[in-house]
């Protein structure tokens, strides 16, 4: 009976998630390097399973040039959603092209250095991406509000995938130095699939973003004054009270940005230091405020009044409602419901 290695399962599904995610019913762009990236995820799956399911060793000096291909892909998608560099897109490929090229070259002159190589690139780029998310989900300012939380943690989990790795190349060194190679099959399988399986799991969550602003500033100017982060938030709030942009499914720091004509770095750091919260949050709950008004004042189910506010995802909702009010939108309503004036029963 023929028997189908793990890996090739594992590449029928990155295939399944690639069509998900190129057939996702919105409007955004599609983020081409996290697309490229469940293409290489399926390859490198192939690869495995050739090389440790049938023992074909030709694929071998491959594996290791396809892998490289990993972290530059991961970082140039988290790139394009917080829209950092002005490098010229030339330009970027070509930087990210370099650690591809030397892995190549060591495959052909300095097969020995390859594993620490390896290791190094996956945890530079890494390293790379925690410092491009420093401010927090502030800086996906392509993604809605809605999905700046889950993209967030995606890209921590992906960034930590690049690390655990790196680790794992330098484990295998050590087995092939120790044992020749004895457990070498079983940490490369489950390594590789593990890694793939957090990074095709991120880009699913991560991929989705908002179309780029074209009109909204982004330069970073001089550090503002309290006088002016509250100039900054009152416009802010002017605009979220007079037309409830907040109820924009797709509002994201740079749409607010075109909407209050202020600059999105602007309207972040005046947030952040007026407020000690992040952008996300703020909108969210300005959202949960007319949650809370239409749950005590109409009898509209919970569902309909989380798309009215603006959420997409019910657990999204739950969560933010949760920690803006310490309860659940049902305990809400009924709390509500219980104190109201039409309620309350008094003794004759």
């Not at 502030?138 to 809605?146: E, I, K, N, S, V």
């Not at 890209?155 to 794992?168: N, R």
């Not at 295998?172 to 457990?183: E, K, P, V």
Request: charged share 20%; aromatic share 6%; glycine share 6%.
């Amino acid at each position: 009976m023929l028997s189908i290695p793990v890996p090739f399962v594992v590449a029928t599904l990155l295939v399944i998630l690639l069509v998900t995610v190129v057939r996702r019913d919105d409007d955004a762009p599609p983020n081409m390097p996290f697309l490229a990236l469940i293409l290489v995820s399926a390859l490198q799956s192939i690869l495995l399973g050739f090389r440790w399911g049938y023992g074909v060793n030709g694929v071998g000096p491959v594996l290791p040039i396809v892998a490289s291909t990993v972290p530059p892909l991961v970082y140039a998608g988290v790139a394009g959603m917080v829209r950092k560099s002005d490098v010229s897109p030339i330009l970027r490929v070509g930087l990210h092209l370099i650690p591809v090229i030397a892995i190549v070259l060591m495959v052909l002159l300095w097969r020995a250095a390859i594993d620490f190589a390896i290791a190094l690139i996956f945890s530079g780029y890494a390293v790379a991406i925690l410092l491009l998310m420093r401010p927090g989900s502030d800086a996906l300012r392509l993604t809605p509000f809605d999905n700046a939380g889950p993209a967030y943690r995606a890209i921590l989990f992906a960034a930590t995938a690049l690390l655990l790795s790196a680790a794992m190349d330098i484990v295998i060194f050590l087995d092939f130095a120790w044992t020749q190679g004895d457990h070498a099959p079983l940490l490369v399988t489950i390594a590789n699939l593990a890694v793939l399986a957090v990074l095709s799991g991120a880009v699913a969550t991560a991929g989705r973003r908002g179309k780029p602003d074209q009109t909204a500033g982004a330069g970073p100017g001089p550090r503002l004054e309290m006088a002016e982060d509250k100039e900054t938030l009152a416009a802010v709030q002017a605009v979220m009270q007079a037309k409830r942009v907040y109820r924009d499914v797709d509002l994201s720091l740079d749409r607010l940005a075109r909407k209050t004509g202020i600059p999105a770095r602007q309207i972040s750091t005046a947030i952040n230091r007026a407020t000690g919260k992040n952008v996300s949050q703020y909108v969210n709950e300005h959202r949960i405020a007319e949650a809370c008004a239409l749950l005590a004042e109409t009898d509209k189910p919970v569902t309909e009044i989380m798309f009215e506010v603006g959420f997409q995802t019910k657990s999204n909702f739950n969560r933010e409602f949760r920690r803006v009010t310490e309860m659940s939108p049902l305990e809400w309503r009924e709390r509500k419901a219980a104190t109201s004036p039409i309620a309350i029963q008094h003794d004759p």
